[in-house]
DNA sequence: AAATATAGTTGACAAAATCCACTACTCATC
DNA sequence: GATGAGTAGTGGATTTTGTCAACTATATTT
């Protein structure tokens, strides 16, 4: 593999780690951290979610996944369900307020993107998305 | 506006925040964070750089950054020189010793990509790279 | 039924990050 | 040249985020 690949890539990551840093995804003043907020949208995607998926799926430790919905479940924003076929595992689901939490916060992500891609062409951003589209089929196997 | 647009950027966002969090790229057990690396990287790219600059680069709270440019010094990585110009600031450098650390921080992120990108056909490498290289030029002028 | 493995929880702790007050200096204006 | 406003950097106190190891409960393998 050339080496000068791995450094274009490697450029990349330093600058979309700073872009996600500066467009603070989800968390303006919200009370929950990005983490969160992806954790809630997933619970949100998936269906029969559960905490050993979604800590491996973000690569978070059980202990603090488990935290992190023990918190959702005293803001009342997830319910847990333990499974019929193995009762070791609780599928996870989002509360109505739970939806409504979870779309606050979609909301405000989608006002820090309009501010990412403003002033930026309509062609140029068909370009950004055709871009973003390519590099998650490309990488899509690999995670 | 499309909200599609949003959408699909918000996609990647979720995407590729997932793909830096798997291949967790600088800081496989080393004692060093993903954010020291990138700073480090950072004092080792600009020239005169100050601390006010990467707190600022960064979107990191200056006392923040202060104490990882203090953590740097005390480990002998850097050394910092007050500027002739205004002596309120610091010029930050990386000494031999913070060179060689960077050094093989960097072995390491090349390590993490190749496994982020192994198995991946030549062409779609570069499909990628090209993916990449249009987000940063793009988006270049908003960060 | 004994050993092994997985899902999830908890306590104790460590690392990362924020908030705020402070010093030292610069710069502009009177 | 004193005064006030602003910026660079530091340090104390605290909060948030994340890790480690031990534990319970259930499932799976032998």
Redesign the interface.
Same mark, same amino acid.
């Given at each position: $593999?050339s080496e000068n690949? @791995?450094q *274009? =890539?490697?450029?990349? !990551? #330093?600058?979309?780690? #700073? /872009? $996600? &840093?500066?467009f !603070? +995804?989800y968390t303006d003043k919200s009370p929950f951290s990005?983490t969160e907020a +992806?954790i809630l949208?997933e619970i949100h995607a998936r269906k029969n979610c559960t905490a050993a998926f979604l800590s491996n799926?973000? &690569? @978070?430790d059980k202990s603090y996944m488990s935290r992190i919905i023990k918190h959702f479940g005293r803001e009342g924003l997830t319910i847990k369900e333990v499974s019929q076929e193995d009762r070791r595992v609780q599928h996870i689901f989002l509360t109505e307020l739970g939806r409504s939490t979870l779309n606050s916060l979609?909301n405000k992500?989608?006002i820090n /993107?309009?501010? $990412?891609? *403003? &002033?930026?062409p309509e062609d140029? =951003?068909d370009?950004? =998305?055709?871009? $973003?589209?390519?590099?998650?089929k @490309? +990488?899509y196997? !690999?995670?």
């Open positions: $593999m690949n @791995i *274009e =890539i490697k450029k990349f !990551n #330093r600058f979309y780690t #700073r /872009v $996600m &840093g500066i !603070n +995804l990005a +992806l949208f799926y973000f &690569g @978070i979609a992500a989608s /993107v309009e501010s $990412m891609i *403003e &002033g930026i140029q =951003i370009h950004l =998305i055709d871009s $973003m589209k390519s590099i998650q @490309i +990488l196997k !690999n995670i």
